[in-house]
Structures are given as structure tokens and as C-alpha cells.
């Protein structure tokens, strides 16, 4: 779909990957960051986002916009590979934007969620991606989906493009990771997504201190987990380069998660 400003990309056009992984399979016990970037135009990101994701096994970006100048420092991040869901491109300079995830291993699965509802006045799409990846000394594969909420829309557009990621925990027999930028303004939002959550017997990951991004008082970015250990979970409040405070975790494989019941969806893009 074309627009004035940015184009919509085909299905086979949506996911870009590039680097090279370090690692055959994720470690068991390992360290992510999770972080809405805001397009990394903020005075200080070329500085933080090394720092950041040094050494780091997992990276979940939101508001990538890949830029000559980002996508040279990605490459540069030594042993990670990356995969990009693009929400749209910018006509202006061909430029991808959407979410991104970085990986010290091979996934074994990649695939994108596309909201069928666009936001107003932009009419753009949000995004989720989704990897799996073969998780040391356990025996099922690790899913992880890394989300962008859509936002100023009635809650039921929002329901929907959750229960999309919905369909794929409920399907898949094993560990689970599902963070990122959830756009949880509204009471209403929060109320679903734990609930959803609660249902498909995730646990929230606890920030203390709690000083994560928050509009009308309410924490946008969350973390939840399923057959993981969360061993640790910060925020770091200091880093002014986003809008967004990066959140930092390590999580460890448990050999759950597995699933009781649920039908894998056949058709992801809903």
C-alpha cells in the first residue's frame, strides 16, 4: 500500500536480516534488553546502544529506523544477528521502520504479525516479530516475540493484534519470551494484557525500582515470561537517548512451558 510519505510492504517484502551469530543456540541462562528506541534520533544513542547491547545474548528494539548510520553500527555489533519487521518504509530515502530483534544464535523460526487496523491521521500498521531458537541444555525451543502495540484506537483493534500473539504462545510447546512496547496508557489496555497474560500462565517481570516510561501514569514497556526463570530484571532509568528507558534482564531456561492445548494458527497475518 502506498502512501505520499511511506509505502506498506508486501508480505515477502516485510522481514530484512542481516550479521552473523556467534552461537549455535541460545545459552540457557541469558541476558536481554528490551528497548523502544524512538528512532534512535535522540542526542546520545550512537553512544548508549553499544554499551547496551554489549555482550547481551537478546535485543528487542521497537521504533528502529534503519538509517545508513544505524544499520553500519548494527553490522558492527560483534556476534549478534538481526531481523527486521517492517511496519513501512519511508519513501523519502527508502528507509525501514518497525521492530528488530537481535540474536547471539541462529533462529530456527522468524516470522512477522501485522495488525490488520491502522493508526489514525498516519495509517500505518504496528508490528510484532516473532523467532524461535534452540535454547542450551533444555529440551524445547524458545519463542520469542518481540511487540510494538498499535495505539489511538478503540480497545477492540488493540484486543485484536493481542490475541494475534495470543494464538502463537498458546500454540507453541515450550519456553516463551514476549516483551516490548505495549502502548499500556489506559486502564483498560493494562487490564487485558495481564489478564490475557494471566491466562496463558506467564509471569510479569518486576522492575524495582520501577522507573520505566510511563504516560497518564501508567508503564508502557513490559516483560513477560513463560518456563523461564527471571533472575534479574532493571531498568535503566539514566539513559536519556529514547523516550524510553531501556530494560535489562537475565532470564534462565527451566525445561517448562510446554502447552496442554491450543491450535497453531495457519495464518499469522490476521
Not at 160 to 175: F, T, V
Not at 191 to 203: G, H, K, V
Amino acid at each position: 500500500m502506498k502512501g505520499l510519505t511511506h509505502l506498506i510492504p508486501d508480505h515477502a517484502d516485510v522481514l530484512t536480516s542481516f550479521g552473523a551469530p556467534a552461537e549455535p543456540a541460545i545459552n540457557r541462562a541469558f541476558s536481554v534488553l528490551v528497548w523502544n528506541i524512538h528512532k534512535a534520533k535522540k542526542t546520545g544513542w550512537a553512544t548508549d546502544f553499544p554499551r547496551l547491547t554489549l555482550g547481551k545474548d537478546l535485543v528487542l528494539l521497537q521504533e528502529v529506523f534503519l538509517r545508513p548510520a544505524m544499520l553500519r553500527m548494527l553490522l558492527q555489533s560483534p556476534g549478534l544477528r538481526w531481523d527486521l519487521a517492517a511496519g513501512f518504509t519511508r519513501r523519502l530515502h527508502d528507509i525501514d521502520v518497525g521492530v528488530m530483534t537481535g540474536s547471539r544464535a541462529e533462529p530456527t523460526d522468524l516470522f512477522f504479525l501485522r495488525s490488520p487496523f491502522h493508526e489514525p491521521v498516519v495509517r500505518l500498521p504496528k508490528m510484532a516479530i516473532g523467532t524461535r531458537y534452540r535454547l542450551a541444555q533444555c529440551e524445547r525451543e524458545l519463542l520469542v516475540l518481540n511487540v510494538h502495540a498499535i495505539n489511538f484506537v478503540r480497545i477492540n483493534k488493540f484486543k485484536h493484534q493481542m490475541r494475534q500473539l495470543e494464538k502463537e504462545i498458546d500454540a507453541h510447546d515450550g519456553p516463551v519470551l514476549l516483551a516490548g512496547d505495549f502502548n499500556t496508557w489506559l486502564a483498560s489496555r493494562t487490564a487485558f494484557l495481564q489478564d490475557m497474560t494471566a491466562n496463558l500462565c506467564m509471569d510479569l517481570a518486576i522492575f524495582e525500582p520501577d522507573r520505566r516510561s510511563r504516560c497518564l501514569g501508567r508503564a508502557l514497556d513490559h516483560v513477560f515470561v513463560k518456563g523461564l526463570k527471571i533472575v534479574s530484571a532493571s531498568c535503566h532509568y539514566d539513559i536519556l537517548s529514547s523516550d524510553h528507558q531501556p530494560l535489562e534482564l537475565v532470564l534462565e531456561g527451566t525445561n517448562g512451558g510446554s502447552r496442554e492445548s491450543g491450535v497453531r494458527s495457519q495464518e499469522k497475518e490476521q
